[in-house]
């Protein structure tokens, strides 16, 4: 699969910062947070969502995020273009690096922005492998692991959501634009 042939896995960390406000930036890369305590409020392209122990926040490039509240969080970010030529160690989300190209594939639409994976001590447990791996190769098969069960959970996180109401709808709509 291409997706994975340019890609470079730009951190994978275990952050922790209590009750900062963070300023709005616009995403660079692909973001994939997992959030193991604490609550949040965040503001994805201006919509307003609560988070909790347990919720995957996806982010991907060109998005305005700020946010406020406990930040106790597995992150993990991913270059899918490799023209990121920061050294492993050094990058930061926060640093003047340029943004990614969205990558032409429709895969990441299945992922919501925000969710509570089923599976989530497997993808805790993913999260520490990607950390803790020196090997390039083997990080990158822990990734598409990752990857696959991420989107395995959201088609049944998407069962399980209710359809949304006209009016819901056209609350989006309004948001938008």
Not at 56 to 71: C, H
Not at 91 to 99: A, G, V
Not at 112 to 122: A, Q
Not at 139 to 148: C, P, R, S, T, Y
Request: aromatic share 12%.
């Amino acid at each position: 699969m291409k997706l994975f042939d340019n890609m470079k896995i730009l951190e994978c960390i275990h952050f922790t910062n209590k009750s900062p406000k963070m300023r709005t930036r616009t995403v660079k890369d692909y973001e994939f947070d997992l959030y193991i305590d604490g609550e949040r409020e965040m503001y994805i392209n201006n919509k307003h969502h609560y988070i909790a122990s347990g919720a995957l926040v996806f982010r991907y490039p060109g998005q305005k995020v700020s946010s406020v509240g406990d930040y106790n969080a597995y992150i993990l970010t991913v270059d899918f273009s490799k023209k990121n030529n920061i050294p492993i160690g050094k990058y930061s989300r926060s640093n003047f690096t340029p943004m990614q190209e969205k990558i032409d594939t429709d895969l990441f639409d299945e992922i919501p922005e925000i969710f509570y994976p089923v599976h989530l001590r497997e993808i805790t447990e993913l999260y520490k492998k990607i950390m803790k791996e020196m090997d390039e190769k083997v990080k990158i098969q822990h990734f598409k692991e990752f990857l696959f069960l991420l989107l395995y959970d959201a088609q049944l996180d998407k069962k399980n959501t209710p359809p949304r109401t006209h009016l819901e709808k056209a609350c989006d709509y309004i948001d938008k634009n």
